[in-house]
């Protein structure tokens, strides 16, 4: 199994930038190569939204619209580490912010336990 753990979040003003990261471990290698990496955010009370996500070679990015231009989602696999850059953060990106792994196509069927982002105006 792939264990996630996120770390980076943090509290910051708007227009601030934070990078956040997860780090996966345990079983990393073989078809999980073929997962894509995900990042989501949820606020208490809502549903969990998608933000962006990976493939583990770095090919493959997609982006929610709202975050296109501000997030970048890179892989570091020699590391076995994903990141997600967050600029220009605003008061509306407050959220915790949660790693996934999943095949292609499926829903994520690994998570991390989040990292809380905290925007101010």
């Known amino acids: 199994q792939v264990q996630l753990v996120e770390s980076g979040g943090g509290s910051v003003q708007a227009g601030g930038s934070l990078r956040l990261s997860c780090a996966a471990s345990g079983r990393t290698g073989g078809d999980v190569r073929t997962y894509y990496m995900y990042w989501f955010r949820q606020v208490p009370g809502q549903e969990r939204e998608f933000v962006a996500r990976i493939s583990w070679d770095g090919t493959s990015t997609r982006y929610v619209d709202f975050v296109k231009g501000r997030f970048t989602i890179s892989v570091d696999s020699g590391e076995n580490t994903v990141y997600l850059q967050v600029m220009d953060l605003k008061p509306g990106d407050t959220a915790a912010y949660y790693c996934?792994?999943?095949?292609?196509?499926?829903?994520?069927?690994?998570w991390g336990r989040g990292t809380q982002v905290t925007v101010s105006s």
């Open positions: 996934a792994s999943g095949s292609p196509g499926a829903t994520p069927d690994r």
